[in-house]
């Protein structure tokens, strides 16, 4: 064969083929493809169940109560961080105190304590 007639079939596998860095680019970077559109018999279908279903009752979700709970544990039982964080907060929104002053380690105190008294209480109720 010659030489002419092998370059063709040459040229046809290099078209067919990805190049080597393609290949890599293409392992590398992943390709986001475009979502199918919607078929809108699907849609009217969803609608009717949803017109049908409407006339059901929907459950409501119960209230919940450890905002609740917590409130009261902090007004019973963590009297006293509870005081020494808003006595911090005074002090910051007043502009005394060391320059960075935070009440993050008063806040920290409230919530242990709250967290402490409030669980007992939340786990009997939700057994």
């Known amino acids: 064969m010659s030489k002419a007639a092998t370059e063709p079939s040459v040229a046809r596998e ?4 990805p190049s080597f860095f393609s290949q890599l680019v293409s392992f590398v970077l992943p390709t986001a493809h475009a979502e199918e559109p919607k078929d809108d018999s699907e ?9 049908a279903g409407g006339e059901e009752e929907e459950e409501e979700e119960p209230e919940d109560i450890a905002p609740g709970i917590r ?6 039982e963590c009297t006293g961080p509870s005081k020494h964080f808003k006595h911090c907060a005074e002090k910051i929104e007043k502009g005394e105190g060391w320059k960075g002053e935070d009440c993050v380690e ?4 409230l919530m242990h ?6 669980a007992p209480k939340l786990f009997k109720k939700l057994a």
């Open 113 to 118: 304590c709250v967290d402490t008294c409030s």
């Open 43 to 51: 849609e009217e279908e969803k609608s009717e169940e949803e017109e």
């Open 71 to 76: 409130e009261e544990c902090e007004s019973t």
């Open 14 to 17: 290099e078209e067919s083929t």
């Open 106 to 109: 008063e806040l920290f105190h």
